[in-house]
């Protein structure tokens, strides 16, 4: 039953996404065509935040009980970012099941991606994946931001590079568009 559900809703969220990309500019699309249970999204860095030169691609997984239980999102593109961990994981309750989260069946794909991307501007440090991001959002927001930028430049512009497996060197490398 949630197999059939996820097969015919996750193309109809996904048309839906390419008919609003040009409003937030977010795209996404399956890993391979011949299932949705594999996404890859890119969402740019929100205007007038310290993101706002970048874009930021994630992995989405779609559980076979989707919509009832939410995917995974995680940042492939590293954010230095208080909801935001070295490891792409993010802290969003829309993202979480009740009573600790609130997502619900009716909430779309579309829905949560702006979601992330209003998060990207407006980070909650009270309830931080990366503690030093949200004591420097906290106490110096200037040096935040400055943080923020030049990590957005370094990983997620096309003149910036990507983090390599041991995240002590970087590689540079162009960015390749999605979608």
Not at 133 to 142: L, T, V
Not at 144 to 149: D, L, T
């Amino acid at each position: 039953m949630y197999s059939k559900i996820k097969s015919n809703r996750i193309p109809v969220e996904l048309q839906q996404i390419e008919k609003t990309q040009d409003a937030h500019g977010i795209t996404c699309i399956p890993k391979d065509d011949s299932n949705f249970t594999d996404l890859i999204a890119t969402i740019p860095g929100p205007v007038g935040s310290p993101y706002a030169t970048g874009k930021f691609e994630l992995n989405i997984t779609v559980g076979e009980q989707y919509p009832f239980r939410p995917p995974t999102f995680k940042f492939n593109t590293p954010v230095f970012h208080p909801n935001i961990d070295s490891s792409g994981q993010i802290c969003l309750d829309l993202l979480k099941m009740p009573p600790s989260g609130t997502y619900n069946p009716a909430i779309r794909l579309e829905s949560i991606l702006l979601s992330i991307q209003l998060l990207l501007a407006n980070p909650n440090p009270d309830d931080p994946l990366q503690g030093d991001a949200a004591d420097m959002y906290k106490n110096n927001i200037e040096m935040f931001n400055q943080k923020a930028r030049e990590h957005t430049l370094r990983y997620a512009t096309a003149q910036g590079c990507t983090k390599d497996e041991t995240d002590t060197e970087s590689v540079p490398t162009k960015k390749q568009k999605v979608g």
